[in-house]
């Protein structure tokens, strides 16, 4: 039985394993850990200490630091006070176009992306606070959900995205410049996200019934009540760029420092301006954090033996060399990966992916003149968006849960959102330039 098994191809085996343990519903962390365990326990060149060793070192690294500083910069956010004003101050800016909540829910998707950096945890909130009110008002159970699913996929690009850093930290990418090149983007999606809400709503008369626009003083007011929410990206964009006065182009913070930044941030921002922030928010802030950072951690570290046997069996340049042997344009090339991630996508989790697959399509991209920086945002943009996509979508279940909306109502009605956003990728694939642009003028 042994000879058998290490007679069957490495790499066969640890995607068989792997495939096995999640279909049986083990828990990420050590689906991954087993399978990466398998490769080192039936090499016969690769010592079992060496995958102990992979472990250890995935773990001394600085800039990973940067996960658990903003996963709990963003839960003390959330007990700050933050959100609350955030809503306010998009409700006061869009809620009078017709599918005011819409709006609402993508422009709060936007502001937030610079709070939580999580997809699942923004529709989490949004689906608590906007989908009762949605439904309320007349929005359909279906529309109102795929609204608030899809539109979180705009923490995928927007800074501190997590997906961002991970994906910085694996492949060796420069994650201020990642998130730099992910705010024009961002942007762009919240644009094409409220067109299509728009279109839609004005053809089913979705038009609140008190619609209004807002004098300047009522929005100067909401932007004033929400300044600090605000203001935290602009920090963020300084942090990593350095200060606009000075000559030196050198960020004022390493990104696993802004991260640190941002936990201080929220703290006296709830503790001092808003004055909400008590002992009992901070207990329940970090409880909520050590378990999301503990989870996140212990499927990186674990990543750590097959990311080196991926890189060991020489699969990315397995990969680069089936791809370049068929084709020759590097964005048909991208379009080929991106598709391949979109299908994946569908059936794992986004950090997975990025651990897994980054190492594997990085070199290849690159191989062939694409800059990983453009790569990543729409790998990212991609792989998150499978969890508003049946059959596993994490963010899709979770809304429709909170909301009690049926699977296939949900389906119907993010058609045109999905539609829209994969437009938009398209549109990016040829356009290199608008994501690199701001990270080329800042670096």
Not at 154 to 159: C, Y
């Amino acid at each position: 039985m042994l000879d058998l098994i290490l007679s069957v191809d490495p790499l066969i085996l640890i995607g068989v394993a792997f495939a096995a343990l999640m279909i049986f519903g083990a828990p990420v962390a050590f689906a991954i850990g087993i399978a990466g365990f398998i490769f080192f326990a039936t090499s016969k060149v690769m010592p079992l200490s060496i995958g102990v060793q992979k472990i250890a070192t995935v773990s001394q690294s600085f800039p990973l630091l940067a996960v658990p500083f903003f996963v709990l910069a963003g839960h003390l956010m959330n007990e700050s006070g933050i959100t609350e004003r955030l809503f306010k101050f998009s409700r006061i800016a869009v809620g009078w176009m017709a599918g005011g909540l819409a709006h609402v829910s993508i422009v709060l998707s936007t502001l937030m992306g610079g709070v939580s950096g999580s997809a699942v945890a923004d529709a989490a909130m949004e689906a608590r606070v906007i989908g009762p009110e949605m439904i309320r008002d007349g929005y359909s159970k279906g529309y109102s959900a795929a609204v608030i699913a899809l539109s979180s996929l705009i923490t995928a690009t927007i800074p501190p995205s997590i997906g961002l850093i991970l994906y910085g930290y694996v492949g060796q990418v420069s994650i201020g410049q990642l998130f730099l090149a992910g705010i024009i983007p961002g942007l762009l999606m919240m644009t094409v996200l409220m067109v299509t809400a728009y279109i839609i709503a004005k053809r089913r008369k979705y038009v609140p019934a008190d619609a209004k626009r807002p004098t300047a003083a009522e929005l100067g007011k909401a932007a004033w009540e929400a300044k600090w929410a605000l203001l935290f990206p602009v920090f963020l964009f300084f942090a990593i760029r350095g200060l606009p006065f000075s000559e030196s182009k050198r960020a004022l913070f390493t990104p696993s420092e802004v991260g640190s930044f941002a936990v201080v941030y929220a703290i006296l921002i709830g503790t001092l301006a808003h004055r909400v922030m008590t002992w009992e928010a901070i207990k329940r802030a970090f409880g909520h954090a050590l378990s999301d950072i503990g989870l996140i951690m212990l499927i990186i570290l674990m990543s750590g033996m097959i990311g080196f046997a991926i890189i060991f069996l020489q699969v990315p340049q397995s990969i680069a060399g089936v791809l370049l042997d068929g084709l020759s344009n590097p964005q048909a090339i991208m379009a080929v990966i991106l598709v391949s991630l979109f299908v994946a996508g569908l059936f794992f989790e986004s950090t997975i992916l990025v651990l897994l697959l980054t190492p594997i399509f990085v070199p290849v991209v690159q191989s062939v003149g694409v800059d990983p920086v453009h790569f990543g945002i729409l790998m990212m943009t991609i792989v998150t968006l499978g969890s508003m996509t049946p059959p596993v979508g994490v963010a899709m279940y979770v809304v429709c849960s909170l909301m009690d909306t049926p699977i296939e109502s949900y389906i119907k009605e993010s058609l045109p959102f999905l539609l829209a956003i994969l437009l938009l990728v398209i549109a990016l694939i040829f356009l290199p330039d608008v994501v690199l642009w701001l990270p080329r003028l800042v670096y």
